[in-house]
């Protein structure tokens, strides 16, 4: 069975950092195009960072850009979100999703509240 565990979530205030990790088992890790969603209560799931098979090319959205990372180490199966200057309209659930093909999986799911 495929399972996509995160963790790292929490509380943490303005301008601080955390690093979420996505630990990947049941498929072939490396050939999985990887990507970190974000959902706020009551707005859309949006894709906040993507990272391509084998870790050939990444992509962060605007609202991100230049505090988040995205990583990944095929020898452990994890995908990574190094997330800095973090701000309250970063606070959501954010989801680890692999891609390959016409396969789809989703993590559970980890809270991340940015406040003071």
């Known amino acids: 069975q495929v399972q996509l565990v995160e963790s790292g979530g929490g509380l943490v205030q303005p301008g601080g950092s955390l690093r979420l990790s996505c630990a990947a088992s049941g498929f072939t890790f490396s050939t999985y195009d990887m990507s970190w969603y974000r959902q706020a209560p009551g707005k859309e799931r949006d894709l906040v960072a993507s990272i391509s098979s084998f870790g050939y090319s990444t992509n962060v959205a605007a609202s991100v850009k230049g505090r988040f990372t995205i990583s990944r180490d095929n020898a452990k199966n994890t995908v990574y979100l190094q997330m800095n200057s973090l701000k309250p309209e970063d606070t959501a659930v954010y989801y680890c999703?692999?891609?390959?093909?016409?396969?789809?999986?989703w993590g559970q799911g980890t809270q991340v509240t940015v406040s003071s």
């Open positions: 999703r692999a891609v390959r093909l016409s396969r789809e999986y």
